[in-house]
């Protein structure tokens, strides 16, 4: 009996021995200072892995649930928040960072006080500027963040903000060690919080190599469930036939960013598993609103017309998207469906000559050189907008730039027409309208179209002030409306969002959003 005992307690622990997990990811982090950077495949290799937030968005039960913070608290009048932090919250310890205390409100104060206070000491430090808290103007919505005590800290706004809840679900509202930054800024060496992070979140940064490699270890005081892996590996592979060469090699088991043709194939194959839910996200081509002649929206109602997007979604996406009529997906509340622009080349060139251009003109078209869920074939969506343009008089150079470069120089507004694509973070329809077609968010370069309307601005802005959903509704109607007949997009599609895995995974959930949770999983 006792044989029989020992046989078993050795097979149940062979069974459940962690194992690592490698990730075939699609492209390099811009860093690891999340609230620089807007991509998500920073949000991704930082946030979602090294960090928490004070709340999160569970997507599953489309509500906010607690996170670093035990419970939250709004005032009546909907300008206090109070958070009572949980306790015994360890920092990541590394060879770099031995902490002596666990989290506390003077964490939470350093992080959103170097955001907003343009006189703080680490404020300049980013040397990519603050964008997420630039587009949502929150240095003029916050007017201070205080410490009741040490486990409970206060935001006090200066105006009503029914999205202010929400907002703290994103990357960019991740906690930070007050304690380190200040070592580190005692010793002028500011740039390591880019390069040599330190969180509180599930997994410890061990190394990185810019295109080829990050390796995480698991972070053994993490103050929620333990990662059934003991090692987290992302496998940087920007070409998504690669990654899929790879999953089936078993270099990786799970891949990001599928092709659809991949994940078609993956359907009918034993040996993977396609895992997939409509994203909460838009494809577009932007027009850049302050590149002449794409300030006249006759120019771009014209372009609209002149392409044909269901050609487009049909190469591109192959059955694996639906197409976009405006800014936000259908399950988005307040979405209304609008006409489309329908293919019509006649219509196009009418436009163009009564806009003051019968010949046509020149311009440029920026892809990125590698897919990604949002743009799974760059260089033939370009081609097919190259050759619909042609046929209207519109000679378009196509311009293949790598992602890190384009979207730094997109953001400085570079570009005239950009392929795109926006996903959303916590469900509210804000979260599309205030970073793409705000006038703050033209100088933190998130609203790629660069146009800035009073009428429209106002209707955002009110938006969020009003927490009755109803008129937030009505409100961001009227909002629909002008972008739609301004045509500041050619929308294109919303994409499913698909990762193929191998079949021994268990645990995995995927996320509408696109953010990665991999501390569940388990490698059978």
């Not at 599309?432 to 179209?449: D, M």
Request: net charge positive.
């Amino acid at each position: 009996m006792r044989l029989i005992s020992s046989l078993f307690v050795l097979l149940w622990a062979v069974t459940v021995e962690a194992k690592p997990l490698t990730v075939c990811t699609e492209a390099s982090p811009d860093g690891f200072d999340v609230v620089q950077y807007n991509s998500l495949t920073t949000t991704n290799a930082s946030a979602d892995v090294l960090f928490n937030r004070l709340i999160d968005y569970d997507a599953s039960a489309r509500k906010l649930v607690p996170s670093l913070a035990e419970k939250w608290q709004i005032s009546p009048d909907g300008l206090s928040y109070t958070f009572t932090l949980k306790k015994n919250i360890a920092f990541h310890r590394t060879d770099y960072f031995n902490p002596t205390r666990t989290l506390n409100a003077d964490d939470v104060i350093f992080t959103f006080n170097r955001m907003l206070d343009s006189n703080h000491p680490w404020h300049k430090s980013a040397v990519n500027g603050y964008p997420h808290a630039q587009t949502f103007q929150l240095p003029k919505l916050i007017k201070s963040v205080n410490k009741i005590d040490e486990q409970t800290v206060r935001f006090e706004l200066n105006a009503p903000e029914a999205t202010f809840s929400a907002l703290l679900t994103m990357g960019f509202a991740s906690i930070y060690s007050a304690e380190y930054a200040n070592q580190l800024l005692a010793a002028g060496k500011t740039a390591n919080l880019n390069t040599k992070p330190i969180g509180t979140g599930p997994f410890v940064l061990k190394n990185y190599q810019k295109d080829s490699h990050i390796r995480f270890d698991v972070f053994t005081a993490y103050f929620g469930d333990k990662p059934k892996i003991d090692k987290l590996i992302y496998a940087i592979t920007p070409d998504a036939s690669v990654r899929v060469q790879k999953l089936k090699a078993s270099e990786c088991q799970i891949a990001l960013s599928p092709k659809p043709q991949d994940v078609l194939a993956a359907r009918q194959d034993k040996n993977i598993q396609a895992i997939e839910t409509p994203a909460f996200s838009t494809a577009f081509i932007a027009f850049n609103s302050q590149h002449k002649p794409f300030d006249n929206a006759k120019v771009r109602q014209a372009l609209n017309y002149a392409f044909d997007k269901n050609a487009y979604l049909k190469q591109v996406f192959d059955g694996t998207a639906t197409a976009a009529d405006g800014p936000y997906p259908p399950n988005t509340w307040s979405y209304i469906n609008q006409e489309d622009y329908k293919y019509n080349p006649a219509k196009a060139k009418q436009l163009l000559a009564e806009a003051g251009f019968p010949n046509g003109f020149s311009t440029s078209i920026w892809i990125r050189p590698t897919g990604s869920s949002l743009n799974p074939n760059p260089r033939a969506g370009g081609e097919l907008l190259q050759a619909d343009l042609a046929r209207i008089g519109v000679k378009a150079e196509l311009k293949v730039i790598e992602w890190g470069e384009l979207i730094k120089r997109a953001k400085a507004g570079e570009h005239d027409l950009l392929f795109m694509g926006w996903s959303g973070d916590n469900g509210d329809p804000d979260n599309f309208l205030t970073p793409q077609f705000s006038c703050s968010s033209i100088e933190s370069g998130l609203n790629f179209a660069r146009y800035c309307d009073p009428q429209l601005d106002k209707l955002i802005n009110n938006g969020k002030k009003i927490a009755n959903q109803a008129t937030r509704a009505k409100l961001y109607t009227s909002a629909q409306k002008i972008i739609h007949d301004q045509a500041l997009w050619i929308p294109l599609a919303h994409p499913i969002t698909a990762v193929l895995t191998k079949p021994n995974i268990r645990g995995y959930k995927i996320n509408p959003f696109s953010r990665q949770d991999f501390s569940s999983i388990i490698v059978k």
